[in-house]
């Protein structure tokens, strides 16, 4: 508080008192005027804030949404494609013979009835050999037991999962049925390698033939 040394001295000391208690009140009136304006002031600030982080979320949670509805969409897809693709391999011999007409070609995709397998064998190059229809495209490829992990009738990680031996075994004797198809198509063959790999526990080259079944596993011969 500024106190004015030039009031004259004929100021009493009780008037002094007066002027000085009325000055303090007016102070604290001021005071308590500011306090309430930066309540509200503070309290602006907070409804605009209240705003952003509502519309954030609103945003967030239509991200999430559309997230959602892609990955739906793209599994739909994927199912719809496997679907297909079951259908026809089921339908298939997977046989040469039969004839197509040119109002039904369906034989070029479900197979005829000769026993001859329409399949060509090819040797991978660490040496498995994977044989494909060429018919409905279907392959088959030894079995890797990294796509048996299932989780609700899904196949999921393997940390996911749980390991069903029994589909496992199905397939690795499908695989076996496939590579006997009786077939006068000659086997094709890829270089032939061994695949190394360092191994830094023992720091020696070990077998890699699991690594490279393991990464090929999704592709086919199509
Ligand atoms: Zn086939």
Known sequence: MK???????????????????????????????????????????????????????????LKDKQAQLDREQQGKTFRAQDATDNFNWKTCTHKKGGMAHARDVRVLTTGGNSNQYSVFKHQMLNGDIWVRCSRCSRTWAPPVEKNFYFRDGIVVARQDGVFDTAKFEAAKLEYLRAVNFETNNSTSSSVQCRLSKYDPASKRMVDAADVYRENIASTNLR
């Not at 009140?25 to 500011?34: I, W």
Request: hydrophobic share 30%; glycine share 0%; charged share 55%.
């Open 3 to 61: 106190i004015e040394e030039t009031k004259p001295t004929s100021e009493s000391f009780d008037d002094k008192l007066k002027r000085l208690a009325v000055e303090e009140a007016e102070l604290r009136v001021k005071a308590l005027k500011e306090e309430a304006e930066a309540r509200v002031e503070e309290r602006e600030v907070r409804k605009h804030q209240l705003k952003d982080l509502k519309s954030n979320i609103a945003d967030r949670d």
